[in-house]
């Protein structure tokens, strides 16, 4: 069926598209590229995260297509998944953070202030021993550990989320927090003897 001059261009993309066309996915993204990373580097404000969030915003349109009512309002809807995906990646982001100066302040041992200038490299490893320390607490004990810690959360809050009694909240926070005691531990010892 030929097109008329008022129709979308892409509106045949977007059918076989929903139809299961592989090819019209890469199609849309030669065409239409650009413009959603614009969309995700307004939110994002850096070019180092743009082409992650970019590549879950085309699966997740690749994926989610079916569910367009009316496939003519694809670009208003390709649009709220880029700025949703990217005003998430930000709160991700925001998270990690928070996370890292709540450990900071629960576990990290804080030397005086010195004008060092590898200070900066200094608070980055710890940084990333942080997380990585977080990241090997047993999942069941790390989740009601980041929602109290990160999300500040109250123990009721996190019990009706995770669908677990307020007690047993408490008892996961004890126990992740003793796992993270541990780690951070053995963490320390690990790295003293290795400079002996």
């Not at 082409?51 to 690749?62: K, P």
């Not at 709220?80 to 709160?91: E, F, K, L, S």
Request: hydrophobic share 40%; charged share 30%; aromatic share 6%.
């Amino acid at each position: 069926m030929p097109l008329t001059r008022n129709e979308d261009p892409d509106q045949v993309l977007i059918q076989s598209l929903v139809e299961g066309d592989g090819e019209a996915l890469m199609a849309l993204v030669r065409r239409h590229g650009r413009w959603v990373r614009g969309v995700l580097f307004g939110v994002l404000g850096t070019v180092e995260d743009v082409e992650d969030v970019e590549q879950q915003v085309w699966l997740a349109f690749w994926q989610r297509c079916g569910e367009l009512d009316d496939t003519s309002r694809w670009r208003n809807w390709l649009y709220r998944m880029a700025r949703n995906a990217a005003i998430d990646a930000v709160r991700r982001s925001t998270r990690r953070r928070k996370l890292w100066q709540g450990l900071k302040d629960l576990f990290v041992q804080h030397p005086a202030p010195q004008p060092r200038p590898d200070r900066n490299a200094i608070v980055q490893e710890e940084h990333q021993r942080a997380l990585a320390a977080v990241r090997r607490i047993p999942e069941i004990y790390r989740e009601a550990f980041v929602l109290r810690h990160l999300e500040g959360m109250s123990y009721q809050q996190i019990a009706d989320l995770i669908g677990v009694a307020p007690e047993t909240v408490g008892t996961r926070l004890v126990r992740a927090r003793r796992h993270l005691l541990r780690i951070l531990k053995a963490d320390r010892k690990d790295d003293s003897l290795g400079t002996e």
